[in-house]
């Protein structure tokens, strides 16, 4: 089964760091792009950032410079290591896979993460 | 504040067909055929229903087709089922390599 399952979240204080995870299974995640997207309770979507399967990176200007994305092909994760955490990042965190001859369109998404930042 | 608008609501009735809207910039939807819709019922994640403005990911009913017409696109679904009535949220590839989401429209059956 081709799944996606997001850890790692919880509550931090504004500053803080956070690094979640994304384990997949039934595909290998270095060989298609995959991307983090975010929710905030009750809003819409938020792209995050992205990885391609050569491993490029792209971030949202909202985010750059203080999350990174990466990933660990052995053990066929993907992180995002988030840095100086303010209250607006607060949201599920759900990673998703690109799809196979899509461009920039996700197929498989995971269930999300909460993430909270707050004192 | 998103950067695809999209219209908050829209309602059909069963056997009907409705059309929702996502406009953007010609640094977005117009200049670039990389839209997506995504459905999400509540509590779940989304699925892909259409890709590059008009494909059709595998097992996604035909009932739901997607178009373009300069910096707006558009998904239509007819044949209205009450299982449709769902969030949807469009994207755009964006010329600052970079995705853009719509605000999403929720959609009731009536």
């Known amino acids: 089964e081709v799944k996606l399952v997001e850890s790692g979240g919880g509550l931090v204080q504004p500053g803080g760091s956070l690094r979640l995870s994304c384990a997949a299974s039934?595909?290998?995640?270095?060989?298609?792009?995959m991307s983090w997207v975010r929710q905030a309770p009750g809003k819409g979507l938020e792209w995050v950032s992205l990885?391609?399967?050569?491993?490029?990176?792209r971030y949202a200007e909202s985010v750059k410079g203080r999350f990174i994305i990466s990933r660990d092909n052995s053990k066929n994760l993907l992180y995002l290591e988030m840095n100086t955490l303010r209250p607006e990042d607060t949201a599920v965190y759900s990673c998703?896979?690109?799809?196979?001859?899509?461009?920039?369109?996700?197929?498989?998404w995971g269930q999300g993460t909460m993430v909270t930042v707050s004192s | 504040q998103s950067a695809l608008t999209q219209p908050a609501s829209v309602s059909g009735s069963p056997g009907q067909s409705i059309t929702i809207s996502c406009t953007g910039t010609s640094s977005d939807v117009g200049g670039f055929n990389y839209v997506s819709w995504y459905q999400q019922h509540p509590g779940k994640a989304p699925k892909l229903m259409i890709y590059?403005?008009?494909k059709w990911p595998s097992g996604v009913s035909n009932r739901f087709s997607g178009s373009k017409s300069g910096n707006t696109a558009s998904l239509t679904i007819s044949g209205l089922q009450a299982e449709d009535e769902a969030d949807y949220f469009c994207s755009s590839y964006a010329s600052s390599r970079t995705l853009a989401f719509g605000g999403g429209t929720r959609l009731t059956v009536l």
């Open positions: 990885i391609y399967g050569g491993g490029d990176t």
């Open positions: 590059d403005v008009s």
């Open positions: 039934g595909f290998t995640v270095s060989s298609n792009y």
């Open positions: 998703a896979r690109g799809g196979i001859g899509a461009t920039w369109a996700f197929d498989i």
